[in-house]
Antibody
Framework: EVQLVESGGSVVRPGGSLRLSCATSGFTFDDYGMSWVRQVPGKGLEWVSGINWNGDTTGYADSVKGRFTISRDNAKTSLYLQMNSLRAEDTALYHC????????????????WGQGTLVSVSS | EIVLTQFPGTLSLSPGERATLSCRASQSVTSRSLAWYQHKPGQPPRLLIYGASSWATGIPDRFSGSGSGTDFTLTISRLEPEDFAVYYCHEYGSSPQTFGQGTKVEIK
């Protein structure tokens, strides 16, 4: 069974930093591209970032480009999101997500999601 | 960035009725790289359709997807009680990927 478990969410002040982690199990991690998707409470979904199987291709939403960095450790089967210069509008539930196709690319539909970790940016 | 616009925002229907949800892209979607998800409160989203019209594993055939280019449709042929939820389309063929704002299917 595919399992994705996020951690690292917290309350942080504007301008602060956080590092989210996603521990995975139940599949061959380095076969899959991965993404982070967030949801503002009561609002819709927003794709944040994606990374291919070996980390040499990444992508970011315009709203986080230059502030967030996605990375992965295939030996630890874990995904990360380093979030710097946080803003109030980054407040959301952040989901770790695995794409459907085990081609290594993150350019595909998402078939597995974690429950999410909550980030709150407030002074 | 491809902007996805979903309509209607809310669909009020009764169990057994047909639901038609639309997703329009601001530019042509590459290789029909369009997915649909069902989202219920307190749960992660559930993949229904990928490649515009392919069923994800375990999805009942009352759900179907169609479309190409800039116009896509999710159809639920006969609504079951468990189908009342929010539905999102997702464009994944380009960077950045984007989601539509969602359509809520509620019980009339």
């Amino acid at each position: 069974e595919v399992q994705l478990v996020e951690s690292g969410g917290s309350v942080v002040r504007p301008g602060g930093s956080l590092r989210l982690s996603c521990a995975t199990s139940g599949f061959t991690f380095d076969d899959y591209g991965m993404s982070w998707v967030r949801q503002v409470p009561g609002k819709g979904l927003e794709w944040v970032s994606g990374i291919n199987w070996n980390g040499d291709t990444t992508g970011y939403a315009d709203s986080v480009k230059g502030r967030f960095t996605i990375s992965r450790d295939n030996a630890k089967t874990s995904l990360y999101l380093q979030m710097n210069s946080l803003r109030a509008e980054d407040t959301a539930l952040y989901h770790c997500a695995r794409v459907l196709l085990g081609s290594g690319s993150f350019y595909f539909a998402i078939d597995s999601w974690g429950q999410g970790t909550l980030v709150s940016v407030s002074s | 960035e491809i902007v996805l616009t979903q309509f209607p925002g809310t669909l009020s229907l009764s169990p057994g009725e047909r639901a038609t949800l639309s997703c329009r892209a601001s530019q042509s979607v590459t290789s029909r790289s369009l997915a649909w998800y069902q989202h219920k409160p307190g749960q992660p989203p559930r993949l229904l359709i990928y490649g515009a019209s392919s069923w994800a594993t375990g999805i009942p055939d009352r759900f179907s997807g169609s479309g190409s280019g800039t116009d896509f449709t999710l159809t639920i042929s006969r609504l079951e009680p468990e189908d009342f939820a929010v539905y999102y389309c997702h464009e994944y063929g380009s960077s950045p990927q984007t989601f539509g704002q969602g359509t809520k299917v509620e019980i009339k």
